[in-house]
């Protein structure tokens, strides 16, 4: 009878050594398969860009919207790991590009090109660009220095605490590409 028992008690215990990974995996796939890894929401819909300089309204030459819209050919699709999203209206969309949600924003040929005269930011150089960074409590404003068309980087938060070089770093190439430096 102790033979019996015993035998039940480890055809028991193999049955959940074998059910209980088994189960355990299959709600991990689940998981994963309903998107409960994904690195952060993914937002659809367009982010709306205001191509305003101050209260100047959107205006570019010929020249500036050839410039972006070769940026805009050249920038990455992923920044980090926020893919990009959609921009809106149409206008906004030969001269602005985002990523993630809350979108971080590039905006081309908004104002005029930028140098650190009467600047009150810091200056960053990051990967062959330099930036004049203003902090504020809910953005960090990056404003691309020394270039003939104006750049600007809005990152929200949460992305603008501590340093943005993760974030603006991967622009540098396609900005340093596209945009010729300023005469």
């Not at 020249?63 to 940026?71: D, K, N, P, S």
């Not at 953005?139 to 809005?154: G, K, M, N, Q």
Request: hydrophobic share 45%.
């Amino acid at each position: 009878m102790a033979t019996a028992t015993s035998e039940r008690s480890r055809a028991a215990i193999t049955a959940t050594l074998i059910a209980l990974p088994l189960a355990v995996l299959t709600g991990l796939g689940w998981f994963w398969w309903s998107g409960g890894f994904a690195d952060e929401p993914t937002a659809t819909g367009p982010v709306t860009v205001d191509l305003r300089a101050g209260s100047e309204p959107p205006t570019a030459t010929p020249r500036t919207e050839t410039v972006c819209r070769a940026l805009l050919a050249n920038l990455p699709t992923t920044l980090g790991n926020h893919a990009s999203r959609p921009v809106s209206p149409k206008t906004a969309s030969e001269r602005a590009a985002a990523w993630g949600d809350p979108a971080i924003v590039l905006r081309c040929g908004v104002g005029e090109p930028a140098t650190t005269v009467g600047s009150a930011g810091q200056v960053l150089a990051i990967n062959g660009v330099s930036w004049l960074v203003t902090e504020g409590n809910k953005v960090t404003f990056l404003r691309a220095l020394d270039l003939s068309v104006a750049i600007d980087v809005r990152l929200p938060a949460p992305y603008n605490v501590g340093q943005p070089q993760s974030l603006v770093g991967p622009l540098s190439a396609p900005i340093t590409e596209s945009v010729p430096a300023a005469k």
